[in-house]
């Protein structure tokens, strides 16, 4: 189950006969295409006949995710963890998202690489300084090995899809990134100098707005280690710094700027979710609106 929708009846139709006879309607409103910005889309496809449940309607949505090729991004294996969800109240319409079908557009943006970036120093601009001798002094061991004045090329790449968690409350994006440090000498040949990998784990804010639901992200914690050197060994503490000051202040705005259009929600009766609670629970994000 990807998405589920429960609405109210009343709100429909006072009588449930006619809930019963508006089920073909359903049907072919719900079975659409939602574009994800440019990067591809979103096809809600109803999952069965919708069900009276006490004094709601349930309509249990798949979701399947293609890029702009059209080619289908794979979930995760299996068919996802159970969902515990509290009783829908009167008068009000919910939206349940599953970790899965997140977890496909964040997949979506790995398979097309949206997420990877190159950083010079005119990217950079003064938000990190990118010279070799912003970390000669910090990596003595190999300094001498390091030529002065020069610029340095930054290549962050992401090694895995992102891992999304909804747990206890919060959502938490883990991105595993390859960071390869490079020196661009005059003639404009590049001299790799070290890959540092970085364990980064994003914390999420969620809201509602235009029918989508947006993201917030915030940099929780960081852990890097030392992947590969053509300078030998030597003690990355010291530009740990330096490295976390990329992630935060360029790659994370890469990340936010490419999801800015926002996940668009399924569509149901001309439903409006905008300004919807949003609430975590285990394995769901559930957006809940009064009518």
Not at 16 to 21: F, Q, S
Not at 51 to 73: K, M, P, R, W, Y
Not at 102 to 120: K, P, Q, S
């Amino acid at each position: 189950m990807n998405a589920l929708i429960k609405l109210l009846p009343k709100v429909l139709c006072p009588v449930i006969d006619t809930v019963v006879g508006l089920t073909n309607t359903v049907i072919h409103i719900v079975d659409t295409v939602a574009p994800v910005g440019k990067l591809g889309h979103i096809h809600y496809l109803v999952n069965g006949l919708p069900l009276v449940n006490g004094q709601h309607l349930q309509v249990d949505l798949n979701a399947l995710v293609t890029d702009s090729a059209g080619q289908l991004i794979a979930p995760r294996m299996g068919p996802g963890a159970p969902i515990s969800l509290s009783p829908v109240s009167d008068h009000t319409s919910q939206v349940v998202l599953t970790e899965n079908l997140l977890e496909m557009v964040f997949a979506l943006l790995h398979n097309r690489g949206d997420l990877d970036m190159e950083i010079t120093s005119p990217v950079a601009g003064p938000l990190v300084p990118l010279t070799s001798d912003a970390i000669k002094p910090k990596i003595p061991e190999v300094s001498h090995l390091i030529p002065k004045h020069l610029p340095l090329v930054v290549r962050i790449r992401l090694a895995s899809p992102p891992k999304l968690t909804l747990h206890d409350w919060k959502a938490s994006l883990n991105v595993t990134v390859s960071i390869e440090v490079l020196i661009r000498h005059k003639n404009a040949t590049l001299q790799p100098l070290f890959t540092v990998d970085a364990d980064v784990i994003l914390s999420l804010g969620l809201s509602v707005e235009d029918r989508k639901l947006h993201f917030d992200f915030h940099v929780d914690s960081v852990r890097f280690w030392l992947a590969s050197s053509h300078l030998g060994s030597f003690d990355i503490s010291d530009i740990e710094s330096w490295l976390r000051k990329i992630i935060e202040s360029l790659h994370l705005p890469k990340i936010s700027s490419v999801l800015e259009a926002g996940v668009p929600l399924p569509q149901l009766f001309n439903m409006d979710m905008t300004n919807a609670a949003v609430a975590i629970t285990d394995h769901a994000v559930v957006l809940t609106k009064m009518i």
